[in-house]
């Protein structure tokens, strides 16, 4: 754990040395109306090698392949739909993003993920699945052979397993069928959108264009939008869009903020953190029970009866408490530091912190995801 926050303090001190960089506008910013959209779709995978669903948990699976068969004019019987066992065929999500202008004809990435019990999706092949946007239209047929990045085998009780086998990837297996309309802007005004919200960032960006490309050319709508004058042809604006990208502009400094992972104990801090002068205790107190039973036999003669009752031994231990003395305006490396040198772990830091942000001496947006 101290080799993991001497890390944390190396790269909080390399961060800091890169203060003031220039991005481009690209890198801070997106047009607006320039934009991906999900697609996602239910199909079935077949060809499996008996790694497919458990038709008795997942009667979806043969619903949906009694449908299919209709749809290709073989119609079963009830009882021979009842009595179907599927062991190569997999129901499964199929999902995929829809770039910005993407025309019919071209081919995505699609993710197929098992949503039922089947055991690995190696070897199978999709079915011509339809990928619906939010609005419920189809834009996309998806078909292919799925590659799995795993392995897995199994033998006489015993199985080995590497990475997962219920997900897998086909390049290239979706065929756009239907465009969405991009509008660039409206008239002559075309929209940036910060990737954060920040004043000073977007009164920065506002300078750089007008700058870059006369005055009046760009204007900040709020912390976070901002209007451009683009010209009407076409050509013409995509080629100012493709020069307006590129300027570089120096972003305003960073909020101070402190990432806290719960589930894992892993905390980040940007450069940008300090601490009011406060003082930090570090203790661990260990509780130990232990329950043992213990037999009560009656004496000889006696109308007693044998119990077992529960006798309970509770151990108390508690390590030496260390009180750390912090000044004012300490930086993100000499926190890690000074948390590190009283032998705080990764789970201990999020104690700590969220002290420190109640008592009022942690100068940062405290998150907890």
Known sequence: ?????MALCGIGCALTTADGHAERVKDLASIQGVRQNQLIGYGLVVGLDGSGDQTTQTPFTVQSVVSMLQQMGTTLSATAAAN??????????????????????????VTVSSMGNAK???????????????DGQVYAMSQG????????ATANGSRAQINHLSVGRISGGATVERAVAAALGQGDLVYLELNDTDFSTASRVVDALNQRFGAETASAQDGRVIRVRAPLGSDDRVAFLGALESVNVVP?????KV?????????????????NACAVSHGNLTVVVNTEPVVSQPAPGAKGQTVVAQQSQIEITKDPGQVLMLKGGASLSEVVKALNAIGATPQDLLSILQAMKAAGSLRAELEII
Do not use: H, W, Y
């Open 84 to 109: 179907l066992q599927l062991k190569n065929v997999a129901a499964v999500v199929v999902t995929s993003s829809l770039p910005a202008f993407a025309q019919p004809g071209q081919t995505l990435d």
């Open 252 to 256: 305003a400094e960073m909020n101070a």
């Open 259 to 275: 990432i806290l992972n719960a589930r894992t104990g892993s905390v980040v801090m940007n450069r940008a953190v300090t601490l």
């Open 1 to 5: 754990m101290k080799m993991a926050l």
């Open 145 to 152: 052979n799925i590659l799995v990045g795993g392995v897995g």
């Open 120 to 134: 690995s999706l190696s070897g199978g092949t999709l079915l011509m699945t339809p990928l619906k946007g939010a």
